[in-house]
């Protein structure tokens, strides 16, 4: 028993040494299998941190938060994409007076600009909101104040800024009180935002600056344009009674008939954190099939170069049967280096993939989660296919003839 | 009366090429004792590879016996074979026959890394040095074939057949791809081992190689056609004990 247990150990020690031997065409061979278990490792990485945030962004935007965003309007039966916006305030207005279930409600809209501080200049997003903001983000003033409603009404051009933009035009502080220019408008900093951190699909969300919407409308956006509505139902419970209240509300102010196709679209905080979800297990889906069809391209890979290293070692063998390697020996030292071969394949793919993942985590600011199950079952994966794919090729070089393949040139 | 160690009866081996049968073999009697040193000559097509693959347990023959060592090795099974080549073989082949970028050392290790070998890695290391030692080739155990030559090569090789301790040892035109000088300086290490009681069997077609063993075996159309006892050609090698050149030194 023992003696069969050394001379198992002995045939690996083999394996090994015919593996050190050819390095680089070793190294090759096992390319396939490493992409493959570096995309197992790394769609499985993305799928972990997408559920991971999904409830941690639910939790930040406050489960009650719902976005109405104007659609397409339907005339004379046609359905057309005009230029204006089939939302407006008095929609918003509405939603505040007569939906019970909502607690707050606010236009929303958005643009971009150049940002000017005495020397100092940023690009960022602007949005135009409502003084109920603060309260649908769960989104507090740090430093000073948010704007007031007599701002809102008049349309002052005040801003609170998000922290990223606050520190960075105003690198020393003292950003509340100090005039801005945006679009060479000059803004007074009513405030500064808490910090919130990234967004989910990894934008900085305090990169951001927030004024009244009528101001932004007015001064930024040169048109009377609105953008979209976001509300947040008294309580989580209560979303899907709020949803239903405005989509009929909003039905009946833009006369549309039971049944026929809404000019708005309507998403509760769930429901966009699911759609982002859904996009982004997509992508891994798509990682996960890569990873697939790289690790059966791998093995067909190893099962081509272990039957080029049969033929190529056909005398090799033929010395290692004459001098009493029996079958099973040849079997196990080629079936050995076909396993070691996408073991090692697999090693150097969780590495790549665990350097990949974590490239994706600061390049474009996904959520990754490297879990160690991933590890092995990427490791349990690359030792089958070798198994698999190694079998043929050992089996081969197991039944040569000793006479031809000691003649063998 | 030495024991005999390779006993064949009415050996018998046919080829089947498509409708013709070729008789390689056909009825051959052959008895080594232990310690004898035999050359099989013939030309090509003889017979004597044949009957060397059947002797070195590479063949099964078609019918006849075969008496290795006291067992019937005639209708072994291809494992039952290997395991008595390793055990009872030692192979010298004309080309060497080592694996190439590999060390001396783990060539002549192979045969115990199949075998029945008991002893530690240690021990395995010991042994192989020691078969080493034993073909005069201190100092290259880390060398790969590649940078031996060729004479150095086939010292290896037969360090190699030593290790496992064999019944025999089966030299297949071990000096083929040699030249005349180190052909000799091999046939001197045959000539060696028999002194120290190894059983040698020698297949060639040269007769300037076969006289260096003391009984020559003629093969030719499968059947032996001569067995004679020769005055072995005694090889005077500078290691022997009778030149010693440190007795010159110490005289001047």
Known sequence: MRNSFVRLGNITVVGLKSIARNKMRSLLTALGIVIGVACVIVSVAIGAGVAQSVSEMINSLGSNYIMIMPGTSTQSGARMFTGQSTLSEDDAEAIRREVPAVAYVSPNLRTAAQVVAGELNWSTSIQGVGIDWPNIRSWNVEDGSFFTEGDVRSGSKVAVLGKTVADSLFPNGGAAGSIIRIKNVPFRVTGVLEKKGGSMMGSDQDDVIVAPYTTVMKRLMGQNRFGMIIASAVSAEEVPNAMDQIDALLRQRHRIPQGGDADFMMRSQEEIAQANAQQVGLMRNLLLGIAIVSLFVGGIGIMNIMLVSVTERTREIGIRMAIGARGRHVLLQFLFEAVTLSVLGGLLGVLFGIGVAKLIEKAIKWPIVVSPEAIVVAFVVAATIGIFFGFYPARKASKLDPIDALRYE | ?252
């Open chain 2, 1 to 252: 009366m030495a024991k005999p160690v390779i006993e064949i009866r009415e050996l018998v081996k046919v080829y089947h090429l498509g409708e013709v049968d070729v008789r390689a073999l056909d009825g051959v009697d052959l008895t080594v004792d232990e310690g004898e040193f035999v050359a099989i000559m013939g030309p090509s097509g003889s017979g004597k590879s044949t009957l060397m693959n059947i002797i070195g347990c590479l063949d099964r023959p078609t019918s006849g016996a075969y008496v290795l060592d006291g067992a019937d090795v005639s209708q072994l099974s291809r494992d039952e074979r290997a395991i008595i080549r390793n055990a009872k073989i030692g192979f010298v082949f004309q080309s060497f026959n080592l694996l190439a970028r590999t060390s001396s050392i783990e060539n002549v290790e192979l045969p115990l890394l199949y075998g029945d070998f008991a002893g530690s890695r240690a021990d395995r290391h010991q042994a192989a040095l020691d078969s080493l030692h034993r073909v005069g080739l201190q100092g290259r155990e880390a060398n790969h074939p590649s940078q031996l030559s060729g004479g150095q090569q086939q010292r290896v090789a037969i360090a190699r057949a030593l290790v496992t301790n064999p019944a025999i040892v089966l030299a297949d035109e071990p000096t083929g791809n040699l030249d005349s000088r180190t052909s000799i300086e091999i046939m001197g290490i045959f000539q060696d081992l028999n002194d120290d009681g190894k059983t040698i069997v020698l297949i060639t077609h040269e007769p300037d190689i076969a006289r260096h063993a003391k009984r020559i075996v003629h093969v030719r159309d499968g059947k032996i056609q001569e067995d004679e006892h020769n005055q072995q050609d005694r090889i005077e090698r500078p290691g022997a004990a009778g030149s010693q050149p440190a007795a010159r030194v110490s005289a001047g």
